[in-house]
C-alpha cells in the first residue's frame, strides 16, 4: 500500500557530513509524524528524529546539534542531515511514516523503509 525509501547512507570519515532522504509513495491520504530512527551491530533500534505534520522535531540527546530532520509534504520526503559524524553514528538508518491511507483514510498506520547503511570511519 504504501512503500517507503531511504537513500544516502554511505561510508564517511569521521567529522564528514551525510544527508539521508526517505521518499513515501503509495496510496497515501495524509502522512502524520515521520522520523528516523538506526539500529547498530547488536543494539536496539533507538529513535534518532522525528518530526510532527506541523514540523515540531525532536532528537535523541546524541543527535541535538547535529542533526536536522526535516521535510517535504508536496514530495512526501524526509530528510536528515547528519553533521560532524562520529564512529559511533555507524549504523542502519530506517525512516518511517505514520500514514492515513486513501483505503482507511481514518487510520493511521506506521509504514517502515528497508534501511540504508551510515559508517563512519575514525
Known amino acids: 500500500q504504501v512503500q517507503l525509501v531511504e537513500s544516502g547512507g554511505a561510508l564517511v570519515q569521521a567529522g564528514g557530513s551525510l544527508k539521508l532522504s526517505c521518499a513515501a509513495s503509495g496510496r497515501i491520504f495524509r502522512i502524520n509524524a515521520m522520523g528516523w530512527y538506526r539500529q547498530a551491530p547488536g543494539k536496539q533500534r533507538e529513535l534518532v528524529a522525528a518530526?510532527?505534520?506541523?514540523?515540531?522535531?525532536n532528537y535523541v540527546d546524541s543527535a541535538k546539534g547535529r542533526f536536522t530532520i526535516s521535510r517535504d509534504n508536496a514530495k512526501n520526503m524526509v530528510y536528515l542531515q547528519m553533521n560532524s559524524l562520529k564512529p559511533e553514528d555507524t549504523a542502519v538508518y530506517y525512516c518511517n511514516a505514520d500514514v492515513a491511507t486513501t483505503q482507511a483514510p481514518h487510520i493511521t498506520f506506521r509504514f517502515w523503509g528497508q534501511g540504508t547503511q551510515v559508517t563512519v570511519s575514525s
Open positions: 518530526i510532527t505534520s506541523g514540523d515540531s522535531t
